[in-house]
């Protein structure tokens, strides 16, 4: 783990988290573009930036565990069929206010880079199968007037500075009958 902002920096901004990145080499590209609040928006702003581009869910089950779940934009993800397969309790919505509380963004730039604000770890990541095996994976900055993108192993290297070790799922088989 690289040295962790100081708490005066929270929640970081999207220049304090290139700031982080940059500090734990990580390599990443930055595109700026119109706002985009929802992933069936901004078609052709991604058709021009390659790789895997990313929808995720701020979530809380009934026993107060808050979840962030990330994935290939196109995955399918069967929330009442979840929460068996994650080891929570029935999963519902976060609020706005915990989600700028624990991952210092607002609703319509969720993004799995939120966990670099989440200093006491109260949320628990879980990643898409097929977003992981993804070469190159485009989330927000902490903003969702831009889309940065890194590889894979920048990404995981990005999580280890954190500390965060993801759920990994594979979301095709969530909820499939039994063979």
Do not use: C, Y
Request: charged share 25%; no cysteine; aromatic share 8%.
């Amino acid at each position: 783990m690289i040295d962790a902002p100081t708490p005066q920096s929270f929640p970081l901004d999207r220049k304090g988290f290139e700031e982080f990145l940059t500090r734990a080499g990580i390599a990443f590209t930055t595109h700026e573009h119109a706002a985009v609040f929802r992933v069936d928006e901004g078609h052709e702003i991604k058709a021009s930036m390659p790789g895997a581009h990313t929808k995720n869910l701020f979530l809380k089950d009934k026993k107060g565990q808050l979840w962030l779940i990330s994935a290939r934009q196109d995955t399918v993800i069967p929330l009442n069929r979840l929460h068996p397969v994650i080891g929570s309790d029935r999963l519902s919505f976060g609020s706005a206010e915990l989600m700028f509380e624990t991952l210092g963004v607002t609703p319509g730039s969720v993004t799995a880079f939120g966990l670099v604000n989440d200093r006491d770890r109260r949320v628990r990541f879980v990643l898409d199968k097929a977003l992981d095996d993804a070469a190159l994976v485009n989330f927000h900055p902490l903003t969702n007037t831009a889309t940065t993108a890194m590889s894979r192993d920048d990404f995981r290297r990005f999580l280890a500075a954190l500390g965060v070790e993801p759920l990994v799922i594979d979301f095709s088989t969530v909820g499939a009958p039994a063979a």
